[in-house]
């Protein structure tokens, strides 16, 4: 297991054990084996583990679904109908792809360590802007 599968597997992990304590509801599953990406790739990655998953907690809700847009980026998740993306342009100084809001380009952060261990719980538990400055 890699780096980025043990970071999805805890998310995961963690997001079912917060819906059985009725903290927050999983509205879709993830849709395993729907993986439409290069074997091994990030893309590939998010896919096995988040695809189609729609998780809502306090009127705050995100789902996972999984595109390619132009300008080579990955967009993987949306967050209020903000489409949140990987830019697979450049990979940055942690040696990872930026994190962005597609539409501004604003850097939500720079590695999916963040993202999935601090950023979305930020606007899950305390609604807090994370996909503008």
């Known amino acids: 297991m890699n780096r980025f599968d043990k970071i ?3 998310f995961v992990d963690t997001t079912n054990k917060r819906a ?3 903290i927050l ?3 879709s599953a993830p849709e395993k084996g729907n993986v439409l990406y290069e074997s091994g790739t990030i893309c590939s990655t998010l ?3 988040l695809d189609n998953m729609f998780i809502q907690e306090q009127g705050r809700s ?3 679904k999984m595109s390619m847009s132009e300008c080579n980026y990955f967009i993987f998740a949306h967050i209020n109908n903000i ?3 990987l ?3 450049n990979k940055n100084e942690a040696g990872e792809w930026n994190i962005v809001n597609l539409d501004t380009k604003y850097i939500v952060t720079k590695t999916m360590g963040s993202f999935f261990g601090y950023k979305i719980w930020a606007w899950l538990d305390r609604g807090k802007d994370i996909c503008n400055e």
């Open 87 to 89: 830019d697979l342009n």
């Open 8 to 10: 999805l597997a805890t």
């Open 20 to 22: 059985q304590k009725g």
């Open 47 to 49: 896919s096995h583990y």
């Open 83 to 85: 489409k949140i993306a």
């Open 25 to 27: 509801s999983i509205i």
């Open 62 to 64: 995100i789902v996972f």
